[in-house]
T-cell receptor, first 109, second 117 residues
């Protein structure tokens, strides 16, 4: 099956900082999503982005499908951005959404 | 109002018991899923149903049996619970996009935390 690698695994930043999270995948994809799992365990949809660039407020994402990676940008971090960020993809074999291991982000006041 | 809802949110039970988790979606999606999140936060697909038909059945003990009475509901029944079954179980749903299964955006429920003592 498709492999999904996220980096960095852990990230600690001060409030106001910017960050870039990366997701590499091993095969062509039909679907790519970014999720934020907040400290209460809820999985929040951030972006549905199999290709191209999208922006939503302080967050933006870019997927370069031909080079098999996606980036999630968080600007002007707030403490409420803390949590785990997951990248998930559906590979060409269409075997459901496969998740990376996540980036654990801590934003300190 | 909730798009994907699961019940119960918390479940504490003894080893050997049988329990069920229910899931309902009001998004009109054709495809539903069960995912398991372990203690290290890793999310892995267990099952997927498309319009009541089982599509994905990953390597999961046969003590786990999904049931889809209609395309808006996907329940998970677990027999003879073991300590290792303790986890958070997430239900999700997605639409079919451009005729390709699993290509649509997934929406998750809030999860059901199962603790086996």
């Amino acid at each position: 099956g498709i492999q999904v690698e996220q980096s960095p695994p852990d990230l600690i930043l001060q409030e106001g900082a910017n960050s870039t999270l990366r997701c590499n995948f091993s095969d062509s994809v039909n679907n790519l999503q970014w999720f934020h799992q907040n400290p209460w365990g809820q999985l929040i949809n951030l972006f549905y982005i199999p290709s191209g660039t999208k922006q939503n407020g302080r967050l933006s994402a870019t997927t370069v499908a031909t080079e098999r990676y996606s980036l999630l940008y968080i600007s002007s971090s707030q403490t409420t951005d803390s949590g785990v960020y997951f990248c998930a993809v559906v590979g060409g074999g269409a075997d459901g959404l496969t998740f990376g291991k996540g980036t654990h982000l801590i934003i300190q006041p | 109002d909730t798009a994907v809802s699961q019940t119960p949110k918390y479940l504490v039970t003894q080893m050997g018991n049988d329990k069920s988790i229910k899931c309902e979606q009001n998004l009109g999606h054709d495809t539903m899923y069960w995912y398991k999140q372990d203690s290290k936060k890793f999310l892995k697909i267990m099952f997927s149903y498309n319009n009541k038909e089982l599509i994905i059945n990953e390597t999961v003990p046969n003590r786990f049996s999904p049931k889809s009475p209609d395309k808006a509901h996907l329940n998970l029944h677990i027999n003879s619970l073991e300590l290792g079954d303790s986890a958070v179980y997430f239900c999700a749903s997605s639409p079919k996009t451009s005729g390709r299964m699993f290509a649509g955006e997934l929406f998750f429920g809030e999860g059901s935390r199962l603790t086996v003592l």
